[in-house]
Each structure stands twice: as structure tokens, then as C-alpha cells.
């Protein structure tokens, strides 16, 4: 396990400089990240003026699920995606390959240095954005908030996952833009991202209970919320830890597979 953790550790360090070194970068992006949450709030002000509940969410609750998806998708950015299928189309990814490591679990523990920067400053302004516009205490009870870290942690790996395997779709493209826009588009909207998936029909909210893409965002939501309660709430911890496994050995095989088509431009 030590040897494991010496040989990965660094491209997590890496990960974390490189991420400091452009923070000017990563200010900008988040200023953008914060003009986008600010705008939602003020929509869902404008709603809750006129009910007091919508489709079974208060004020409190509904703003706490926008802060808790702005936090999840700032934490696995859209930079932490295109590093891969740069690394894909540009051909850097030849010396990596060469290297006595796992590609993959190297690519997971980069993302893991990135997110340790943006997660952690993404936490700091959302809490004070909940704090200030929510009884946010009332939510943070011991057991629901360690819950919340155990589901926070499938969904980091989930989302990984999902990154990871869109960026080697980079293999058979030469346009990594158009990937990730892509999974971003299908995930934002199968996920819960974009609204709770409470709101859509009955037909899409069984569609997406079958897709792993609700167990990265709109199943730590509700737990966050205490909208999960019971057996219900094992289930829906082993439902994560089950699509993790899969996706996670599904990105292995399909690295096997996708790696033979590299082709270098120019080379």
C-alpha cells in the first residue's frame, strides 16, 4: 500500500502545483462559476415569491441543492477533463504509456491533486453562500453529514469515471471539445445537474434511475438533504459503490481497446 501510495502521490503534488502556478486561471473561471450560481438564486428567489414549495423543495432545501451541484461540478472541472484528451490528440500521452504505472489510476490521482485545490476553495465559498441564505445548520446532523462525505466520495470517483472515459473517446476524434461538451450535455441532464430530477416526467426519472449518471449528483444531494431516509439510504450508498466498480473496470477495458487506435499528428 505505501509503495502504491509513493508511486501516485506525486502526480497528486503535480497536479496541485500546476494548478497554484495558473490560479489566475482558476479565479477568473470561478468568478464566472459564481456569476452563474448567483443568477440561479435570484431565478429561484423570483419563483419562491410566489409558492412556498416547488415539486416538494422549500427555499432552503432548493438553494442547497444548486450550491450542492455548483460544488460537485467545480470540483471535477472541465480543465481536469481536456487534460487527457490533450494529452491524447497532441501525442504526449507516448510517454506516459511508457512509464511503469497504471494510466489510468496516474490520471485519477491528477484529477485528485486538481480537485484538492478547487474542491477545497469551491467548499469554502459554498458553505458561506449556504450559511448566509439557508438554515444550514439544520442539515448538518453528525450521521447525515458523514454520510454526505461517504456519498461526496463515490461521486468524485464516479464522476472521474465518466471524465475518463469520455476523454479516450479522444482516440477515435480529433475533436476533444466536442466529446466533452457532449458528456457534459448528457450527464448535466441525466444527472440532475440542471434541475432535480423530481421535476421531469415519470418515464425520464426511471430512464436516468437505470444510468449511472444520477449516482454523481443528484443522489448526494438527497442525502444531503435528509430526502433519503432508512434502507433506502443503504441501498442507495451500495447503488453508488455498484457504479463505481463497474464504470471503473468498464474505463479499464475500454483503455485496452481505445489505445490501439492511437495515432500521433504528424508523426
Known sequence: MKSFWRRYAGFARCAMEKKLAYRN??????????????????????????????????????????????????TLSFRTEM???????????????????????MSFF??????????????CIISVLAFLLTDLGAYLTLVNTLLFIVSLILAFILKFCLSYISGLMCFYT??????????????????????PLTFFPVWFQKLSGVLPFQASVYLPTQIFLGRIGGMELLYT?????????????????FFNIAVKKITINGG
Open 237 to 253: 450508498l451500495l447503488l453508488q459503490v455498484g457504479w463505481v466498480i463497474v464504470m471503473w473496470i468498464f474505463a479499464k477495458l
Open 110 to 123: 491528477q484529477a485528485l491533486g486538481e480537485s484538492a485545490i478547487e474542491g477545497g476553495i469551491s467548499i
Open 25 to 74: 486561471s482558476f479565479i477568473i473561471g470561478w468568478m464566472s462559476n459564481l456569476a452563474g450560481i448567483l443568477v440561479s438564486i435570484f431565478l429561484w428567489r423570483v419563483l419562491f415569491l410566489e409558492y412556498s414549495s416547488i415539486q416538494g423543495y422549500n427555499w432552503d432545501q432548493m438553494i442547497l441543492y444548486a450550491l450542492i451541484v455548483a460544488m460537485l461540478n467545480a
Open 83 to 105: 487534460n487527457l484528451s490533450e494529452k491524447i490528440l497532441d501525442g504526449s500521452i507516448v510517454s506516459d504509456l511508457t512509464k511503469p504505472i497504471d494510466f489510468q489510476n
Open 174 to 195: 480529433s475533436n476533444g471539445y466536442g466529446v466533452v461538451y457532449l458528456r457534459q450535455v448528457i450527464t448535466d441532464v441525466f444527472s440532475g445537474a440542471l434541475l
